[in-house]
Each structure stands twice: as C-alpha cells, then as structure tokens.
C-alpha cells in the first residue's frame, strides 16, 4: 500500500478527473451498486488474447502490478491504445473477470494467468 | 529420489527474472514443465515441448509456484514468505535438485551438502524482484505521462513518472543529446524547458539519475517554429482483413518517416510523396500471439484500431484519431 501512495500523489489530479468522470458516467450509465472502480496504472508490458471471452489480459508493471481484463468497447480516454504493450495505463478496474481459452475438445478453460479485475475505463500514453 | 547440490552440476549460472531471454530460460521452462503444478503453461507457448527463451510473465508467475511449493528451502532461510518470481541462487540450486527428480513429487526434504539458500539478509536480494528491492536502495525509474509529445525550442515538458531524484536527473533526447541537472522536489514529476540548441525531429526519450536509468522510453518531438501538426481527416476504408492496405488523407504528412502509432502496434517508416496522402497495410499484432494469421478463433471479432500519425511536425489531433477496423 505504502507503494501506490506516491503513485497516487502524482496522479492525484487525473485520478480525481477519472473518478469524477466515472460519477457523471455511473449516473447515467451504471447502477449505483455497479460502481466498484479501483485505481489502477501502470506500463502494459504483455497482452493476451482470451480467445474464448474476447478480452485482452494485460500485464500492467508497478505501481500496480497484475493482470487485468479489458473488453474491445471499453471506454476509453486519449491516447486510445490499449492493448498495445509499452504503453501507460491508468485508469479503474472491477474485481472479477476470467480469460477463457479455446482448448480444442475440453472447450473453454481457464488461462494460466487470471485477472485482478476488469477494466471499467482508462487511458494512456501514447 | 533425492540428490544433493554436490551431485547436481549448476546449468544455471545467472539470475534469470522477467524480460530475460536465452537457453537458460527454455531450460528453466522446461524444468518448471516438469511438475504439474509449475507448469508455465497448459498449451501455447510455454507449455511442454512449446518452450520458448523469452521469460514472460507465464514464467514468472510459474516461477512463484516453484518458490512457494519450495519455500522451506527457497523462501524462508531469507525471510520471505511468498515467492517473487525471480530466480535467484536458492531458486537454482532447487532447481538443480528436481532434475533428478519425477514430476509432481513432493517437495525435498533432506538437507542438501550445500546449504540451499544463505541465511545472511545480504544474500536477500538476489531473490527478489526490483521492485521489493529498491524500497530499500534504487527506486525504479517511469516515465508515465508526458505533458505533450511535441514542441519547438522553449516549450516546457513535464514528465510524470517516479523514481526521479531530487537533483540531477538527466533527460536524453536519442544518443547524442541530453539535458542534466534537473531537479524533482517530488520524484514524479520534472519539467524542463526544450533548449535553443536541441535538434529538431522526433527522439526517444528516457531519464537516467544516481537509481539508473529509467525502464521504459517515451518520445518527443522537437518541431520548429510555425510548423502545423498532421491531421487527420479521412480513413478509407473503415474496416478490412489482415493485409488491406489502408489509405489515410490529411496534411502536413512528412515526405518520408511518418510513424503511425496504433494500439496494436507501430508503423515505422510510412511515405506520403504529396504531404496529403499516406497507406499502410495492417499486419497481424506481432506481440498478441493469439491473434496471428491462421489461428483458429472459432468465430469471426472484429477490432478496432485507432491510430495517431507521428512526423518531424508533431503528433495528429490527440482527441481525433484515425479509426479502422479489423475483421480477424
């Protein structure tokens, strides 16, 4: 926790763009108990295809690392480029989520690497 | 069966952590392919017999179930308590060990000639991630956010990042040009002010100070006095397979050396002879293995692709970006 504070101290003021926007949106878009957003950001260093749940999983570097889903239609904010790997994201997530893959006859299973949580919107550097 | 490090010769020989490459990964992933329960992967790349020598972070996190099944002898003689993904010497010396071993067994349980792992702090960090390591030493430097991606000289850039240090931090612009001695009262964030001397075009940027230099690279672009950024306004057509050429219409196209910087991937190199008009071909996603030319998805998915055009004038309208879409 002690890591993300200076993240968050630096990111302060787009966080609390993001958030407000996420309000504005929530109201018009999201039920009020849909509104689970957690900050996230950071370098996207990998990204997966989830063939079976047509997301991307992508490997986010500190200051908070992990997996995370996004959906193509997300919403998303300049400079638009997510999935791509080398770019900065930031933005807020839901817990939950699952990357599934085709797996010949077994169908759709569980990828190796499994989300923190999807994405609800974000932006990012170029 | 168990063997002890004096039986087992070292094929190890250097900390191997994410972003690594080499034989020494392929065999690590092999290993690790081994037990079922570390199995880098299930299928794809990565998995038994599709080993590859790129360290990513299907490894890493295959790594951390090693260290954890293993930690009596990896994790706890330095005082940790879960893995980290890097392999370090008590990493490797288990490693060695399991060669001899069956998959799936159980853990080891004798006490090897050698002690697996030191037990002095100082050993420590050779198991440990940058990240866990430097809260105690270096910080590892980002750039996040620049505040713009072009300018002339005189233009103020702030980068937004971390791991800056309050005093001389030193800002590159390619190989040959650099601007020192910035100061960050913060750590994540820095401005400065583009010199009259600093050469025009686009440059990779990155921060170097007293914690290294930074781990990932962002670009500026020094433009000159009164030159107008490309613009976009036209992409035909809207969508297309794999190898449909794209043809954009807009202006202030470079003669040559546009960039054209998707969220798939970068263009490089894309000519517009008319300042007016430049094509490209879309090409499958070189670091999304999944969505490569042949592969079964089962079903048709359509992507969208949004892209900017980068030049010696600057970067096209940030909140005006070309749209294509692709069908795979």
Redesign the interface.
């Known amino acids: 926790m002690s890591?993300f504070l200076?993240?968050f101290?630096?990111?302060r003021l787009?966080i609390s763009i993001i958030l407000a926007a996420c309000l504005i949106a929530g109201t018009f878009v999201y039920k009020a108990d849909a509104l689970t957003g957690l900050p996230f950001?950071g370098?996207v260093?990998?990204?997966?295809?989830?063939?079976c749940t047509?997301a991307?999983l992508l490997?986010i570097?500190?200051?908070t690392?992990g997996?995370y889903l996004y959906f193509?239609?997300t919403p998303q904010f300049?400079?638009?480029?997510?999935?791509?790997?080398?770019v900065?994201t930031?933005g807020l997530y839901a817990p939950g989520g699952a990357c599934l893959?085709?797996?010949g006859k077994a169908g759709c299973?569980p990828y190796?690497?499994q989300p923190s949580g999807t994405i609800e919107f974000a932006g990012?550097?170029? | 069966m168990v063997t002890n490090t004096a039986e087992a010769s070292s094929v190890f020989t250097r900390t191997l952590r994410l972003g690594d490459s080499g034989p020494d990964v392929l065999l690590l992933q092999q290993k690790l392919n081994a037990d079922i329960d570390t199995r880098v992967a299930e299928y794809g790349p990565g998995s038994p017999g599709n080993e590859t020598e790129r360290f990513g972070q299907l490894t890493r996190a295959a790594v951390i179930r090693f260290q954890e099944k293993y930690a009596e002898k990896i994790l706890v003689p330095i005082g940790l308590s879960s893995g980290t993904g890097v392999v370090g010497e008590a990493t490797r010396r288990v490693l060695d060990i399991q060669t001899s071993e069956a998959p799936n067994t159980e853990p080891v349980t004798t006490t090897p000639a050698t002690p697996i792992a030191p037990t002095t702090p100082a050993q420590a960090p050779s198991e440990m991630p940058a990240t866990t390591a430097t809260e105690t030493a270096k910080k590892d430097i980002y750039i996040s956010f620049p505040s713009s991606y072009y300018g002339p000289r005189g233009s103020k850039l702030t980068l937004a990042g971390s791991g800056f240090t309050k005093t001389k931090n030193t800002l590159h612009f390619g190989q040959n040009y650099t601007i020192s001695d910035i100061s960050s009262g913060n750590g994540t964030s820095l401005t400065v002010t583009i010199p009259d001397d600093a050469p025009h075009g686009k440059h990779v940027i990155w921060i170097e100070n007293a914690n290294g230099k930074s781990l990932n690279e962002s670009f500026y672009v020094v433009t000159k006095e009164n030159t107008s950024v490309p613009t976009i306004t036209s992409v035909t057509p809207e969508s297309g397979l794999y190898g449909e050429t794209i043809t954009v219409r807009g202006t202030n196209f470079a003669p040559k050396g546009n960039e054209i910087l998707t969220n798939y991937h970068i263009i490089k190199d894309v000519s517009s002879p008319d300042g007016k008009t430049l094509t490209f071909s879309v090409t499958p996603f070189p670091d999304i293995p999944q969505l490569q030319v042949g592969v079964d998805l089962k079903r048709g998915i359509e992507a969208k692709m949004t892209f900017y055009i980068v030049n010696e004038n600057g970067v096209s309208n940030k909140e005006k970006p070309g749209t294509f879409t692709i069908k795979i």
């Open positions: 890591s200076p993240f101290r630096a990111y787009s950001g370098l260093v990998a990204t997966t295809y989830c063939t047509n991307f490997t570097s500190t200051p690392p997996n193509p239609g300049s400079y638009y480029q997510l999935p791509r790997v080398g900065w930031l893959m085709f797996a299973v190796a690497l990012t550097s170029l």
